[in-house]
Nanobody
Framework: QVQLVQSGGGLVQAGGSLRLSCAASGRTFRNYAMGWFRQAPGKEREFVAAITWSGSSTYYADSVKGRFTISRDNAENTLYLQMNSLKSEDTAVYYC????????????????????WGQGTQVTVSS
């Protein structure tokens, strides 16, 4: 079992930055691929970014590429999402997720591949 506890988020003006954190319990964090997803009101949950268990590969949605950076610290059992140049369309509830045996770009982008989810954190970007 892995429990994911998120922190960060909040209200920021367009063009600003925020960093989200996702702290994982348990000693097996390093074995899990990790991802960030978001859900805006009235919309489906969408992929934002993902990182392989080793951290050797990262994947991004086109809408955030070049602005967001996903990273992980396996020694601290923590996942991060650095969000820069935020836009109003980035406003959503953000969720971290973890899963095992996820391989390839397509699989890392699918919510159904992930077994564990954080509680969600609101990010609001004012224009």
């Amino acid at each position: 079992q892995v429990q994911l506890v998120q922190s960060g988020g909040g209200l920021v003006q367009a063009g600003g930055s925020l960093r989200l954190s996702c702290a994982a319990s348990g000693r097996t964090f390093r074995n899990y691929a990790m991802g960030w997803f978001r859900q805006a009101p009235g919309k489906e949950r969408e992929f934002v970014a993902a990182i392989t268990w080793s951290g050797s590969s990262t994947y991004y949605a086109d809408s955030v590429k070049g602005r967001f950076t996903i990273s992980r610290d396996n020694a601290e059992n923590t996942l991060y999402l650095q969000m820069n140049s935020l836009k109003s369309e980035d406003t959503a509830v953000y969720y971290c997720a973890g899963g095992r045996n996820i391989y390839g770009s397509a699989s890392h982008r699918r919510p159904g591949e992930y077994d564990y989810w954080g509680q969600g954190t609101q990010v609001t970007v004012s224009s």
